[in-house]
């Protein structure tokens, strides 16, 4: 996404979209636009470069992004920007799991987000 600052209008609206089709409950379709939220907000702070660049794979109830590239560094402290007073990181409460992948002086960040409701 250029310029990432466009990511705050896009990616939560993609993000909510790919919930529903993964066959999120609304709650979690909910918790996902909000882990967008947050995630984008901060994001244009850490781009390695000009461009936003997401990935994301569906599964039932299952959604896996990534979010690079990133400088270096800096996919920690997104996650740690992510944080709310009294709520803690916002990125580590709404995803299932993170992880940080450096490849070639750059961050990717890993996040998961599962919906481990009941059966639609």
Same mark, same amino acid.
């Given at each position: /996404?250029?310029?990432? %600052?466009?990511?705050?209008?896009?990616?939560?609206?993609?993000?909510?979209?790919?919930? *529903?089709?993964?066959?999120?409950?609304? #709650?979690?379709?909910? !918790?996902?636009?909000?882990?967008?939220?947050?995630? /984008? =907000?901060?994001?244009?702070? =850490?781009?390695?470069?000009?461009?936003? $660049?997401? =990935?994301?794979?569906? +599964?039932?109830? #299952?959604?896996?992004?990534?979010?690079?590239?990133?400088?270096? $560094?800096?996919? %920690?402290?997104?996650?740690?920007?992510?944080? /709310? +007073?009294?709520?803690?990181?916002?990125? @580590?409460?709404?995803? #299932?799991?993170?992880?940080?992948?450096? @490849?070639? =002086?750059? #961050?990717?960040?890993?996040?998961?987000?599962? !919906?481990? *409701?009941?059966?639609?």
């Amino acid at each position: /996404v250029h310029p990432p %600052e466009l990511a705050r209008a896009v990616v939560p609206r993609l993000l909510a979209v790919l919930a *529903a089709r993964a066959h999120f409950s609304t #709650d979690r379709i909910s !918790d996902s636009q909000l882990l967008a939220d947050a995630l /984008v =907000a901060h994001a244009a702070k =850490a781009v390695s470069g000009t461009h936003l $660049g997401l =990935a994301v794979s569906v +599964e039932p109830r #299952d959604l896996h992004l990534r979010v690079g590239p990133l400088v270096a $560094g800096h996919a %920690e402290r997104l996650v740690l920007a992510s944080d /709310v +007073e009294g709520l803690g990181s916002v990125l @580590t409460k709404l995803a #299932d799991g993170h992880g940080v992948r450096t @490849t070639d =002086a750059h #961050d990717v960040l890993a996040l998961r987000v599962q !919906d481990r *409701a009941s059966a639609y």
